[in-house]
């Protein structure tokens, strides 16, 4: 072809191997002089760029000057000269002023909202940093392409002295967002800087001066900017989430921030301060759903932690019925009524609410982990494990949600992945009583008498006071046969709680001969089951289980079997504790019994395979 005969006779090949090894020279020197006397990395970086460029002037000057004898330069050299200098300088312009590549971490969606610091001269000013972290970490939350660390496990983090590498391993978080608040009169200055766990590299950092009325703004400023930062999908109903204001009155947010730092201290005095702050943040704004949100919280906890009357909890249905008046897509304000119908019995509804806060807050910790146990008592395990599996990842520090994945691999019969889950969670707390409780209960279920006396006293040694220590050591007396060291152990549970003596007591008591005694025990407590059974929307499985106990102890074996295939449909999925046991002593020769058995292993070996299918990360089930 006629270009490539002409690269020939115009010895092309000649001038770019000159001009090639004379860059290459001229590129070592300067490299070696940068180096030695530590000069701009633009210098190298320019002369490259330009150099490269450089191989189409050696191109052309070949061309136009490679055959024998003179030739005159031309205009048109010039000009395509002057070309290829001018682009050579501006993509190396281009080239030395390019942002850095930022590589993020495979687990860069995870993040983790420290506690922000306060700089405020007042140290009252603390809830504002406090509250303004929380509501910056709802914000991402809301985003369903990432995963963000709940509020309970950053807490922790406040004031800490650890690296960011550091947290970031602890809370298997990938991102870091760390910054601090200033407060002055109505101007607010907050700094904010997203970091890469992983070697402590800033991805992104803004600082804010704003006025404090734009205080929702920068928060939705910067969790569009972490989402950009980190490539996050940012749905269109996401978008409208995190830029909605929660009110437009700042004193009655002041109000409100204050209020939840006090609903976060559990205690009784504490409540009561957070009721009084929420209703006068309501009262400066009445459409403030956000505060009639927390404000149900804080009534249900009268109740259910406090143990206060029950109309706190239709104060707190009412509050929480109004959040969702004036706002149905307030995920707090689903996650309140959720609780609320779960205290009630009403769990279809709980359920249903659950389900809506997790729509609208993917990361929703407290409520992932809820309905997974909802789904739990069920005996609706798959359910349960991706739930709270998921739960666990948001809340590293959540001890429960290790105890439950133990509670639910001892269910479905695979005892060392259960005794993993337990000792993890014993790990994250050495001293938690309910870690202590499910482990003695899965030694007792598998016969390890002495494993499970050995666990017992180290809890009773942890925990003297603590009721349900002694009750399951009465178990373990119970299971050995030893009935009248099983009565002295439960007689001290009664002794703790004060409260009434239930149908394994009874069941004692016939077995030492005080026949009459016991029977009456039983009755009462039979009589106490029916009567909640019958006025609760939603039987549980385990009280339908514990009729079939109560009526198999009785000798009344068609009920037994009619309750025990009732325990069955609504859920109940553990065959050990009914072969264990001997409160079925007198049905587990029925054929019927024999046959519930093996609808439960066969329940049991269902739910284990879908576990183990739809999560790679298990081998083995043993």
């Not at 909202?113 to 306060?118: D, I, Y």
């Not at 739960?391 to 105890?403: A, C, E, K, R, T």
């Not at 703790?496 to 029977?519: F, M, V």
């Amino acid at each position: 072809m006629f270009i490539f005969r002409e690269i020939k006779n115009r010895k092309i090949k000649k001038f770019l191997a000159i001009y090639i090894s004379s860059s290459i020279t001229l590129l070592g020197l300067v490299h070696l002089f940068s180096f030695r006397y530590h000069l701009p990395a633009f210098i190298f970086d320019s002369l490259l760029v330009i150099l490269l460029f450089g191989t189409i002037n050696a191109f052309i000057f070949g061309w136009y000057h490679g055959k024998e004898g003179k030739q005159k330069i031309l205009i048109r050299e010039y000009v395509l000269h002057g070309i290829v200098l001018l682009v050579a300088l501006f993509a190396a312009y281009m080239f030395t002023h390019r942002k850095p590549i930022k590589i993020l971490p495979l687990n860069a969606k995870t993040v983790a909202v420290l506690p922000f610091k306060n700089m405020s001269d007042l140290k009252e000013d603390e809830y504002f940093s406090d509250g303004l972290t929380d509501d910056i970490l709802t914000h991402l939350s809301k985003i369903s392409d990432l995963q963000v660390i709940s509020r309970t496990s950053v807490m922790k983090y406040k004031n800490t002295g650890l690296t960011i590498p550091e947290i970031g391993k602890e809370l298997g978080a990938g991102s870091i967002l760390e910054g601090s608040v200033r407060r002055e009169g109505k101007r607010i200055r907050i700094t904010a800087q997203l970091i890469n766990a992983s070697n402590d590299e800033h991805i992104w950092a803004e600082t804010y001066d704003r006025n404090i009325n734009d205080v929702f703004q920068v928060q939705t400023e910067i969790a569009e900017l972490i989402a950009k930062n980190l490539e996050a999908n940012l749905a269109p109903r996401e978008k409208i989430q995190i830029k909605s204001k929660p009110t437009k009155n700042i004193e009655a947010y002041a109000f409100y921030l204050k209020g939840k730092e006090f609903s976060t201290k559990y205690t009784e005095e504490d409540n009561e301060r957070a009721i009084s702050l929420f209703r006068k943040a309501i009262a400066l704004d009445s459409n403030y759903a956000l505060a009639f949100a927390a404000l149900a919280s804080v009534y249900d906890e009268k109740t259910s932690r406090y143990f206060k009357a029950e109309y706190w909890r239709d104060s707190a249905m009412a509050a929480a019925k109004k959040a969702l008046e004036i706002n149905p897509d307030l995920p707090e304000a689903q996650f309140s009524l959720a609780k609320i119908y779960s205290a009630k019995g009403n769990y279809k509804l709980a359920k249903y609410h659950y389900e809506k806060a997790i729509r609208l807050n993917p990361n929703y910790s407290a409520a992932i982990y809820n309905l997974g146990i909802l789904y739990y008592n069920e005996g609706r395990l798959d359910k349960a494990y991706e739930l709270i599996k998921k739960s666990v990842v948001l809340s590293p520090d959540n001890v429960f949600g290790y105890i439950v994945l133990g509670g639910i691999f001892q269910k479905i019969d695979c005892p060392q992945t259960s005794l993993y889950w337990f000792n993890m969670a014993l790990e994250l707390e050495p001293e938690n009583q309910f870690a202590y409780f499910h482990l003695i209960n899965r030694f007792l279920l598998n016969r390890q008498y002495e494993k499970a006396e050995n666990y017992f006293k180290q809890l009773i040694k942890i925990s003297p006071e603590w009721p349900y220590g002694w009750w399951l050591g009465g178990k373990i007396e119970m299971l050995k046969k030893n009935y009248t060291k099983a009565l002295l152990r439960f007689n001290k549970m009664l002794k703790l709680t004060g409260e009434e003596k239930e149908y394994d007591y009874g069941y004692i008591l016939l077995k030492t001969g005080r026949k009459a005694e016991g029977l009456k025990i039983i009755k009462k407590d039979l009589n106490s089951y029916l009567e909640s059974i019958g006025s609760s929307e939603d039987t549980l499985n385990l009280d339908a289980k514990t009729v079939a106990d109560i009526y198999s102890i009785l000798g009344e074996k068609q009920k037994a079997v009619f309750w025990l295939n009732q325990a069955v449909r609504k859920g109940w999925i553990e065959y050990k504790p009914l072969l264990v046991y001997p409160y079925l002593e007198g049905i587990k020769s029925e054929p019927e019994f024999q046959k519930l058995i093996s609808v439960i292993r066969e329940k049991s070996d269902s739910i284990k395979s879908l576990i183990l299918e739809n999560d790679p990360s298990l081998n083995e089930c043993n």
